[in-house]
């Protein structure tokens, strides 16, 4: 079994034990490895191959290099390899130089890419998303940053990776797992941190968990950071969040412990009942202010005992007002 790391630090694993470093003598070897891996279908013509390595070359002398290389390559690989021809792993076939692909051979890029695939298509959606990150060690290949041909791979798996990190925190804020979204969103905005989107639903995540403070200084290093990079405001949208968030008008979503929920209990349904003389539209809002409530049945985790009261006291501070207004005469 062939295992390659191509996602942060390099490593190649035979049989589950990592080559050493030292047995790369040529980086030239490593980095046909490394081609091979990540193009598509794991195949180049060899001329592509001596464009990128050996560009300078005179063709016949890069031609020589190439299958020096493609030697040197296949004896670490496959140390009691007999003859190239045998090659379980590195075949060359009418010039195209392959990397065979199978049970055999597994590649983290691949299999970061295909659990992706697995979650576009809607298949263990959350599931997919969750290995897929976890694979993610790291940038590609840190080693070449400077290596043009690694240049676009990089990029591209890198907005793959900040593309499911933003899906993966939707999933868990809906969850009530609001510790591992605002995670999630924290290292989006460490990858990119211009992402006005980012930034607002981190905010609205912290406001969710009843971290105003924290919701507010989002908002604030959001603001200096557009304006010290692109010299821009925020976005509507955003200033209207901020706004809301200074006029405590969104709504916690703490879980809460049983004992919480059956307080709360006491004082919700005959409020309720005093508001079917609203009109439909203040019921509507009612049930939907409920339902914000009650989601946190579904998600109920222990409190400490300290936090209760204070989760208590700001539901009922929020349901009140909502019924005050709720009651008013038209």
């Given at each position: 079994?062939?295992?390659?790391f191509?996602l ?5 694993k ?14 030239k ?13 794991h ?8 464009e ?8 016949a ?8 290389h ?7 690989l ?12 590195i075949t ?5 130089v392959?990397?065979?692909s199978g ?29 897929a ?10 080693e070449?940053?400077y ?11 890198k907005?793959?990776?900040v ?23 924290k290292q ?12 607002r ?5 912290y ?7 924290q919701a507010?200084?989002?908002?604030q290093?959001c ?7 692109l ?8 200033i ?6 200074l ?13 919480a ?23 509507s ?22 936090a ?5 006291n700001?539901?009922f501070?929020?349901?009140d007002k ?9």
């Open positions: 079994m062939l295992e390659i191509l942060g630090r390099f490593c190649v035979s049989e589950g034990v990592g080559l050493p470093e030292t047995v790369w003598k040529r980086r070897v490593k980095n046909l490895l490394k081609l091979l891996a990540l193009h598509p279908n195949q180049l013509h060899k001329e592509q191959i001596i990128i390595l050996w560009p300078k070359l005179d063709r002398v890069a031609s020589s290099n190439l299958y020096r493609l030697y040197e390559l296949r004896r670490l496959e140390p009691d390899l007999a003859q190239p021809s045998a090659s379980r792993f060359t076939k009418m010039d195209i392959r990397l065979e049970p055999d051979v597994w590649i983290d890029t691949q299999a970061f890419e295909e659990l992706l695939e697995q979650a576009r298509l809607a298949k263990s959606l959350q599931s997919c998303l969750e290995q990150v976890h694979l993610y060690q790291g940038d590609l290949l840190l070449d940053l290596e043009e041909w690694s240049f676009n791979y990089r990029e591209t798996l907005s793959s990776f593309r499911a990190l933003g899906e993966l925190a939707k999933f868990y804020r809906a969850d009530h797992n609001y510790d591992a979204a605002i995670a999630c969103y989006v905005l460490q990858h990119n941190n211009l992402s006005e989107h980012t930034h639903e981190l905010m609205l995540t406001a969710l968990t009843g971290q105003r403070q507010l200084q989002q908002y290093l603001f200096d950071t557009l304006a010290l990079e010299e821009v405001e925020p976005e509507p949208e955003t209207s969040l901020h706004r809301k968030i006029a405590q008008e969104i709504l916690a979503r703490l879980p809460l412990t049983p004992v929920i059956e307080q709360f209990d006491r004082l919700w349904r005959p409020t309720y009942n005093a508001a079917l003389g609203a009109t439909e539209k203040q019921r809002q009612l049930t939907t202010l409920l339902t914000d409530i009650y989601d946190t049945k579904a998600a109920s985790k222990t409190l400490e005992p300290k209760v009261n204070e989760v208590i700001v539901l501070q929020r349901f909502v019924i005050e207004i709720f009651l008013m005469a038209e």
